[in-house]
C-alpha cells in the first residue's frame, strides 16, 4: 500500500518510550470508560489503559478490588456483559486499526475464544440481546448475525448494503436495521419471514420494547433529535427540546424506564430518567462530568452505568441506583489547576453562527494561539478531558477548539452543511475563527497554530494551502491529504459509508481532486508536523507520507512522527504520552510562547 511514497524525516517512536515533560500540568494519566454491569449491578466490567494499554477489568460495584480479565495483546475499545451474566464480549481492534475482533470470554477470565471479525473482516455495533444472551453484531456493514454463545453457532439475521443491526425481536421474526450512508442514515423494521422493509424514521439508534411490537428510537427526521415511540397507535415523541439534541438513550429490560443522554447546546452533557408508562422525569444528579457518554442498565434495571469526563478529568465509570446514589467506580479526580474553557460564539464569513471552546492563559492577551479542529467531521468539540490543550495554556498557549459546519451537536442543517461542494465553506470556517480571536485580542496574529486529526488533519492542510501566509506552525494528525488515494485504500466499508458526505471518487472526482491539499501541496510553506500511525487502515499513511514527500521535496521545514502498532487512534499509553511531548515541543519552538 506504501511502497510507492519514500519515507523522509520520520521520527519512529517506539511504544514504551514515555520520558515526557509537559510542565506543571499532568501529562498522561489512565481513565476508564465502556461501563457493563452485571445483570444483578453488583458488578461492572469496563475499559481501563491504567496498565498502558486497554484492556478489560471487572470490580465489584462500591470496592477497590480490580481484576484484570486478560484477553490477550490485542488493544479492547469497548465490553459488554451478557444478560445472562456468564459472558463478557470484548470489541478489540488487533493493531489498534479500524478493523474489530468479538471476543467472549468468561468474568473470570476463563473460555477465551474468538467468535467474529475473522481474517480481513470487521465486526462491529455489538449488542447482547435481552434475557436470551445472543450477541447481535455485525460484519462489514452488510451482513446482521446472531452468535450463540454455548456453542459459537452463527445464524445470519439480514444481508444489504451498509446495514448494520439495532436489535431483533424476541420472536426473532423482526429486526431493527440501520441503513444508508453517512448524513442518510435511517431505521427500518424488516419482516424476516418476508424480508419486507418497513421504515420507522431517519436515525442511528432503535430497540425493541419488551413485547417485540415496540419501537424506541432517536430519531433525526426533525431539526434536532428526539426520543420517540412507535407503536400501533403511532408515534409519540418521548422526550424533545427546541435547544438540545437527545444524544442518546438506554432502556431498562422491563421496558419500564429510559435514561435519556442530552446534548446541551454547546456541548455539556445532562442525563434524565424518564418513566415510560408515566411520563415522569427526573434530572440525574449529581452530574460527575461535564461530558457523559454510554450509558448502560443493568439487566435488572436497578443500576446505570456511564462513563464521565472533564477538563483535567479524564474518562472515569460511574454508577447510580437508588441503593448507592451516583458513586465512582473507576474514576480520577480533577486535576488541580485545570482550566475550564468557555464557550466563544461568533459568526461565520457568510453569517452561520459558529461557535468553539477557548482555554485560555492566566494574563492578558493577546496570546500565542493554536486552532484545534475535531475529526468526523459529524463530531463536536466539547468540554471533557484534553491534557494536551491543559499543557500548551500552562505555558502560555491559549487554545481554541471550535465546531465549524459540519460538526453534531447543532442539528441537521448544521451537521450537513459542508457536504460535498460545501467543503469550500468549511474551510473559509477557518479563516473565520482567526478573524474572531485576533478581533477580540485573544490571540496575536503572528503567533498562531494550526492542527487537529483525522478530518481535522485534512482541515488543518486545506487551510495550511489555502491561507499560505496566516500560521506560523501546524499539525496534521492522520488527516487526508488526497481524496484519491483514500478512497483508494481505505476500508471498503469507510469508503461506501463516506461517498454521501465527501463525494463519489467517480462522479465528482474534479471536486475531489480540487478539495484535496495536496493538488495545492505548492502552496503550503508553514513548519508542519506529520503524525500518523503505521497500522491506520482508516486514513491509511499513504496520506502522510504524500505530504512529508512534497515538504522534503521543496524544503519546507517539517517532521514526521510515525507509531507502529498503531492505527487510526494512539490506543497505548505510551504512544499518547510521546504524542504530547512532542507536539508541545513542536508549537512551543515555533510560536515562542510569553512563558515556557
Same mark, same amino acid.
Given at each position: 500500500?506504501?511502497?510507492?511514497?519514500?519515507?523522509?524525516?520520520?521520527?519512529?517512536?517506539?511504544?514504551?518510550?514515555?520520558?515526557?515533560?509537559?510542565?506543571?500540568?499532568?501529562?498522561?494519566?489512565?481513565?476508564?470508560?465502556?461501563?457493563?454491569?452485571?445483570?444483578?449491578?453488583?458488578?461492572?466490567?469496563?475499559?481501563?489503559?491504567?496498565?498502558?494499554?486497554?484492556?478489560?477489568?471487572?470490580?465489584?460495584?462500591?470496592?477497590?478490588?480490580?481484576?484484570?480479565?486478560?484477553?490477550?495483546?490485542?488493544?479492547?475499545?469497548?465490553?459488554?456483559?451478557?444478560?445472562?451474566?456468564?459472558?463478557?464480549?470484548?470489541?478489540?481492534?488487533?493493531?489498534?486499526?479500524?478493523? %474489530?475482533?468479538?471476543?467472549?470470554?468468561?468474568?473470570?477470565?476463563?473460555?477465551?475464544?474468538?467468535?467474529?471479525?475473522?481474517?480481513?473482516?470487521?465486526?462491529?455495533?455489538?449488542?447482547?440481546?435481552?434475557? @436470551?444472551?445472543?450477541?447481535?453484531?455485525?460484519?462489514?456493514?452488510?451482513?446482521?448475525?446472531?452468535?450463540?454463545?454455548?456453542?459459537?453457532?452463527?445464524?445470519?439475521?439480514?444481508?444489504?448494503?451498509?446495514?448494520?443491526?439495532?436489535?431483533?425481536?424476541?420472536?426473532?421474526?423482526?429486526?431493527?436495521?440501520?441503513?444508508?450512508?453517512?448524513? +442518510?442514515?435511517?431505521?427500518?423494521?424488516?419482516?424476516? =419471514? $418476508?424480508?419486507?422493509?418497513?421504515?420507522?424514521?431517519?436515525?442511528?439508534?432503535?430497540?425493541?420494547?419488551?413485547?417485540?411490537?415496540?419501537?424506541? /428510537?432517536?430519531?433525526?427526521?426533525?431539526?434536532?433529535?428526539? =426520543?420517540?415511540?412507535?407503536?400501533?397507535?403511532?408515534?409519540?415523541?418521548? /422526550?424533545?427540546?427546541?435547544?438540545?439534541?437527545?444524544?442518546?438513550?438506554?432502556?431498562?429490560? +422491563?421496558?419500564?424506564?429510559?435514561?435519556?443522554?442530552?446534548?446541551?447546546?454547546?456541548?455539556?452533557?445532562?442525563?434524565?430518567?424518564?418513566?415510560?408508562?408515566?411520563?415522569?422525569?427526573?434530572?440525574?444528579?449529581?452530574?460527575?462530568?461535564?461530558?457523559?457518554?454510554?450509558?448502560?442498565?443493568?439487566?435488572?434495571?436497578?443500576?446505570?452505568?456511564?462513563?464521565?469526563?472533564?477538563?483535567?478529568?479524564?474518562?472515569?465509570?460511574?454508577?447510580?441506583?437508588?441503593?448507592?446514589?451516583?458513586?465512582?467506580?473507576?474514576?480520577?479526580?480533577?486535576?488541580?489547576?485545570?482550566?475550564?474553557?468557555?464557550?466563544?460564539?461568533?459568526?461565520?464569513?457568510?453569517?452561520?453562527?459558529?461557535?468553539?471552546?477557548?482555554?485560555?492563559?492566566?494574563?492578558?492577551?493577546?496570546?500565542?494561539?493554536?486552532?484545534?479542529?475535531?475529526?468526523?467531521?459529524?463530531?463536536?468539540?466539547?468540554?471533557?478531558?484534553?491534557?494536551?490543550?491543559?499543557?500548551?495554556?500552562?505555558?502560555?498557549?491559549?487554545?481554541?477548539?471550535?465546531?465549524?459546519?459540519?460538526?453534531?451537536?447543532?442539528?441537521?442543517?448544521?451537521?450537513?452543511?459542508?457536504?460535498?461542494?460545501?467543503?469550500?465553506? /468549511?474551510?473559509?470556517?477557518?479563516?473565520?475563527?482567526? %478573524?474572531?480571536?485576533?478581533?477580540?485580542?485573544?490571540?496575536?496574529?503572528? @503567533?498562531?497554530?494550526?492542527?487537529? @486529526?483525522?478530518?481535522?488533519?485534512?482541515? $488543518?492542510?486545506?487551510?495550511?494551502?489555502?491561507?499560505?501566509?496566516?500560521?506560523?506552525?501546524?499539525?496534521?494528525?492522520?488527516? !487526508?491529504?488526497?481524496?484519491? $488515494?483514500?478512497?483508494? %485504500?481505505?476500508?471498503?466499508?469507510?469508503?461506501? *459509508?463516506?461517498?454521501?458526505?465527501?463525494?463519489?471518487?467517480?462522479?465528482?472526482?474534479?471536486?475531489? /481532486?480540487?478539495?484535496?491539499?495536496?493538488?495545492?501541496?505548492?502552496?503550503? @510553506?508553514?513548519?508542519? !508536523?506529520?503524525?500518523?500511525?503505521?497500522?491506520?487502515?482508516?486514513?491509511?499513511?499513504?496520506?502522510?507520507?504524500?505530504?512529508?514527500?512534497?515538504? *522534503?521535496?521543496?524544503?519546507?521545514?517539517?517532521?514526521?512522527?510515525?507509531?507502529?502498532?498503531?492505527?487510526?487512534?494512539?490506543?497505548?499509553?505510551?504512544?499518547?504520552?510521546?504524542?504530547?511531548?512532542?507536539?508541545?515541543?513542536?508549537?512551543?519552538? %515555533? =510560536?515562542?510562547?510569553?512563558?515556557?
Amino acid at each position: 500500500m506504501t511502497g510507492q511514497f519514500n519515507r523522509v524525516d520520520v521520527t519512529v517512536l517506539p511504544m514504551g518510550w514515555t520520558n515526557i515533560d509537559a510542565g506543571t500540568f499532568p501529562s498522561e494519566v489512565s481513565g476508564s470508560w465502556s461501563p457493563a454491569l452485571s445483570p444483578d449491578g453488583r458488578h461492572a466490567a469496563y475499559v481501563s489503559d491504567r496498565s498502558g494499554r486497554p484492556q478489560v477489568w471487572v470490580q465489584p460495584v462500591g470496592s477497590d478490588l480490580t481484576f484484570l480479565v486478560d484477553t490477550g495483546e490485542a488493544p479492547v475499545a469497548t465490553v459488554q456483559w451478557s444478560t445472562g451474566g456468564g459472558w463478557l464480549a470484548c470489541h478489540v481492534a488487533p493493531g489498534g486499526a479500524p478493523r %474489530h475482533e468479538v471476543w467472549l470470554v468468561r468474568p473470570d477470565g476463563s473460555e477465551l475464544h474468538q467468535v467474529a471479525g475473522f481474517g480481513a473482516d470487521t465486526a462491529d455495533n455489538m449488542r447482547w440481546l435481552p434475557g @436470551r444472551s445472543l450477541l447481535a453484531l455485525t460484519e462489514n456493514l452488510t451482513t446482521a448475525l446472531l452468535i450463540d454463545p454455548s456453542d459459537g453457532s452463527r445464524s445470519i439475521v439480514a444481508r444489504g448494503e451498509l446495514i448494520s443491526l439495532c436489535d431483533v425481536s424476541p420472536a426473532r421474526d423482526r429486526a431493527l436495521l440501520r441503513v444508508g450512508p453517512r448524513g +442518510d442514515r435511517h431505521i427500518v423494521v424488516r419482516d424476516l =419471514l $418476508t424480508g419486507v422493509d418497513e421504515f420507522v424514521t431517519a436515525g442511528e439508534q432503535a430497540v425493541f420494547g419488551p413485547d417485540g411490537e415496540t419501537v424506541y /428510537a432517536r430519531s433525526e427526521s426533525g431539526e434536532l433529535p428526539v =426520543l420517540i415511540r412507535v407503536a400501533k397507535g403511532g408515534v409519540e415523541v418521548l /422526550a424533545a427540546s427546541e435547544t438540545d439534541e437527545v444524544e442518546s438513550f438506554t432502556i431498562t429490560a +422491563d421496558g419500564r424506564t429510559a435514561a435519556v443522554l442530552w446534548n446541551l447546546r454547546g456541548g455539556l452533557s445532562s442525563v434524565a430518567l424518564l418513566d415510560l408508562d408515566s411520563g415522569a422525569r427526573r434530572t440525574l444528579t449529581p452530574q460527575p462530568g461535564s461530558v457523559i457518554s454510554g450509558p448502560a442498565w443493568s439487566f435488572d434495571g436497578s443500576t446505570l452505568s456511564f462513563t464521565a469526563e472533564g477538563p483535567g478529568q479524564p474518562h472515569g465509570v460511574w454508577v447510580s441506583s437508588a441503593a448507592i446514589g451516583v458513586a465512582p467506580v473507576s474514576a480520577e479526580p480533577p486535576a488541580p489547576g485545570a482550566v475550564t474553557p468557555t464557550l466563544e460564539t461568533f459568526p461565520a464569513h457568510d453569517g452561520l453562527t459558529l461557535t468553539g471552546w477557548l482555554f485560555r492563559p492566566v494574563g492578558e492577551g493577546p496570546f500565542p494561539t493554536v486552532l484545534w479542529f475535531h475529526g468526523g467531521p459529524e463530531a463536536q468539540e466539547r468540554p471533557g478531558h484534553g491534557p494536551l490543550f491543559q499543557s500548551l495554556v500552562d505555558r502560555g498557549i491559549a487554545v481554541f477548539a471550535p465546531n465549524v459546519r459540519g460538526s453534531s451537536g447543532f442539528g441537521r442543517t448544521f451537521v450537513n452543511a459542508d457536504n460535498l461542494a460545501l467543503r469550500y465553506a /468549511a474551510i473559509q470556517d477557518v479563516q473565520s475563527c482567526v %478573524h474572531h480571536l485576533t478581533s477580540s485580542d485573544i490571540a496575536d496574529i503572528s @503567533r498562531l497554530g494550526i492542527m487537529g @486529526r483525522s478530518y481535522g488533519g485534512y482541515l $488543518t492542510l486545506a487551510a495550511l494551502t489555502t491561507f499560505p501566509d496566516m500560521f506560523a506552525v501546524g499539525i496534521d494528525v492522520c488527516g !487526508m491529504s488526497n481524496f484519491a $488515494t483514500f478512497y483508494e %485504500h481505505t476500508e471498503p466499508w469507510i469508503a461506501a *459509508a463516506a461517498v454521501s458526505k465527501y463525494g463519489d471518487p467517480v462522479t465528482d472526482e474534479a471536486l475531489l /481532486a480540487d478539495l484535496s491539499p495536496i493538488t495545492r501541496i505548492d502552496r503550503l @510553506r508553514t513548519p508542519l !508536523m506529520v503524525v500518523h500511525g503505521e497500522n491506520d487502515s482508516n486514513v491509511p499513511v499513504i496520506e502522510a507520507e504524500q505530504v512529508v514527500r512534497a515538504l *522534503a521535496e521543496r524544503g519546507i521545514p517539517h517532521r514526521y512522527l510515525l507509531f507502529p502498532g498503531e492505527g487510526h487512534e494512539l490506543l497505548h499509553r505510551s504512544s499518547r504520552a510521546d504524542y504530547m511531548r512532542e507536539t508541545v515541543d513542536w508549537l512551543t519552538t %515555533h =510560536l515562542q510562547p510569553l512563558t515556557a
